[in-house]
């Protein structure tokens, strides 16, 4: 089912409402497909810098407003970053929602064009589902900071590798790679912190995370880089963002359970180590995870308490400019 004007009854889509032109693009290795809507216009472009080009007259020409990707990976950072420097307005969407859409609308059928029609009608429909694309320097910050995940895993494996290495040579061989692995990581984790450093305002925020219990320098700029909206929306949406809000499933008779999914793994993880280590200290966070195990708490669900409750005073004290006190740790609020 599509969203069109209702003859015969006067009364108009939401995609008829609108006054903008939007356009929706899917994004292939060797073809860019794209659609305008309202209007259901679409074409194939090869995906290199002319069809590039011939995409971003066309979006001018039908005087296009804002065009909407599912996600910006290697193929799609050239279209991302033409339009935006064409002055074109570059959104990106969630692909399960645009999926949600297609569910909607009942539809079937699965192609590249009609891909590209479903994301613009999105973009038209929900807009506040849209997220403003990244510049060039925050993209290449989170490529650092994945790379840096990506060593860490690395060298997790090759120790396991170690410990079951039965010959001298291969253990060596092993010792030899964990020590050219930890290199890089060292490498990587410094251009994000002299990155961090060279900004008066990711400085003050690098700092005032770091002076909340358990979050050290690795932690703070993985929150920095990979959260970006911390300090500039409610509580409830940052923890949903981090992944550590809970989501009740509840139906009929059966008593509802809520279970932390979604948000961004990578965030979740670094609340979860965070807290490991605020529970620790005498930061304020301590007791309250004392008092919950002996409320019967059971130890990770207390201590997916204690990394939402980092992020939300993460949030707030970013939102108010100020550090961290212990009396933070009282504000928030057990699972």
């Known amino acids: 089912m599509r969203f069109s004007p209702q003859h015969g009854s006067g009364a108009m889509s939401p995609v008829t409402m609108s006054a903008k032109t939007i356009a929706g693009a ?17 074409f194939r472009v090869p995906n290199n810098v002319e069809g590039v080009t011939r995409i971003v007259q066309r979006l001018q020409q039908h005087q296009v407003t804002r065009l909407v990707l599912e996600a910006v990976g290697y193929y799609g950072i050239l279209l991302s970053r033409t339009a935006a420097a064409a002055g074109i307005d570059v959104n990106i969407v969630k692909p399960n929602r645009v999926k949600g859409l297609r ?41 650092l900071s994945t790379r840096r995940r990506q060593l860490c895993e690395m060298i997790a494996m090759e120790k396991t590798r170690l410990k079951q290495a039965f010959d001298a040579d291969l253990a060596q061989s092993c010792r030899d790679m964990i020590k050219t692995l930890e290199d890089q990581r060292t490498a990587i984790q410094g251009e994000i912190d002299a990155s961090l450093e060279a900004k008066e305002d990711q400085r003050v925020r ?41 989501h009740i499933a509840q139906s009929g008779r059966l008593p509802g359970k809520a279970h932390i999914r979604g948000g961004r793994p ?21 007791a309250r995870y004392q008092a919950m195990k002996a409320a019967g708490k059971p130890s990770k669900v207390a201590l ?11 949030n707030t004290m970013l939102k108010d400019g100020r550090a961290y006190a212990p009396v933070d740790a009282a504000s928030g609020r057990a699972p």
């Open 304 to 314: 997916i308490a204690i990394a939402r409750q980092i992020v939300v005073v993460a």
């Open 103 to 143: 569910e909607a609308e009942g539809g079937l059928a699965k192609t590249d064009r009609l891909d590209a029609g479903l994301i613009a009608r999105f973009g038209l429909l929900m807009h506040e589902n849209l997220r403003p694309l990244p510049s060039a320097e925050a993209m290449r910050l989170r490529a």
């Open 266 to 286: 990578c965030v979740r993880v670094a609340l979860y180590l965070a807290a490991l280590s605020a529970v620790r200290c005498d930061g304020g966070f301590k």
């Open 206 to 246: 690098r700092d005032l995370l770091r002076s909340i219990p358990g979050v050290g320098p690795v932690i703070a700029a993985t929150l920095i880089v990979d959260l970006p909206e911390l300090g500039t929306i409610d509580r409830k949406a940052i923890a949903s963002l981090a992944g550590v809000a809970p």
């Open 26 to 42: 899917d994004v292939g290795k060797f073809f860019l497909d794209v659609a305008i809507e309202p209007g259901g216009r679409t």
